[in-house]
């Protein structure tokens, strides 16, 4: 606890030394999160309160430490909790008004969050409950035991989030017949409101793909077509191909051709055709570019053989490539830097509101992980970056991705 209460005093004076030592919240130079603020003008740090603030926060925890737990009631403790859910609310909504006002309080903001953060943190201590001993647990029936197994065995895993099932998709297509725009062939035939639609997405062909709530909905939608004279002519519909996996070769040199690449591939995965190229992009190496192809599972499984492209004197590392959406500014997944909604930015490394870059902190905490068992009551692990492939989250990512891909 008292380590808890050092570091909470720090990071308090380090707010404020930083607020005296700099006008601005970001450099101009941030590479990775100019996407997102190109639009936006430096947010000037407003001071924080002076050294009394300090003060109450410290004697705020010290006095929270001397509570012993023993000494609160089951009803009492209900209550407290209670209390603090309210609490953790109403902090929240103030963050949020400070954060969507025309001139966001940045200041203020971040002082609420260290509040937040510090009772949150000092009430998971208080409430830890004592391991139960050896004779204590000699004392529980075989019955209780067997019902708090079975209790076990019944709860889901809390290291990864629950990965959302797809929802059902169809894709219907014009036949050669018909000369009209899909869309409006629908509109006078149907109800989209019948349905219950989620998405709705022009594909190639002229065609539209659409998703929907539930695999009812989507039969129902292929009945009411089947059983329309008009549409039946007009619309032919098919279910949704997995696509393949990729993989990924790595730092290749700018100066090196498709059909060097192509080559090398064909020669030592034993391929009877080239590669289908995806795209490529900048390498983590001066010069260099990363190269994305499409494979079956078969090719992929020859990756892990390999694990190294020979092309020349040189080697490259080679694997399977996973499309995951991360973004570098705020570090949630599902979207991209220049996508990004936010002004403040998380760090990677110690969740802190400021540019990864730039943090000097030695704690490792992983935003996603906080933040979620924060607000969701969640219990992931946080001692770790958000970038780390053992995350929750990308875990998450990943299994979804894998899901819609062909893997037979």
Known sequence: ?????????????????????????????????????????PIPMQELGDEEDLEVLFLKLKDKENISSTQQSTTESISKFSEDTCNLHEQVEKIKGFLSSKVPNVGHALFLLDQLQAEILTNELINIKPYPQPQQMKNQTSKQVQTQTSQVSNQPPSSIPAVPSPNPTILLFPNSTSSGNLSDILNKELQPEEFNTTNTKPIKGNGLAISFKSNSDMINLQTKIDSNVNLKELIKSKSPAKRLPSLIVHNVPSSTTEETLQEALRDQLHLSAPLNLRFKFRGTIQDTSNWVFEASASILQSTLKIQKLHIGWSMFKIKEFFHIKRCNFCRAFGHTTKDCTYQIPSCGSCAGHHATQDCLSETICCVNCFESNLFTGTLHPTTHPAWDRQCPFYQKEKQQYCSSRDYN
């Open 1 to 41: 606890m008292d380590e808890i209460c050092i570091y909470l005093f720090k990071a308090k004076l380090r707010a404020l030394q930083s607020s005296h030592s700099t006008s601005s919240n970001f450099l101009s130079d941030t590479s990775d999160i100019e996407g997102a603020i190109t639009e936006m003008s």
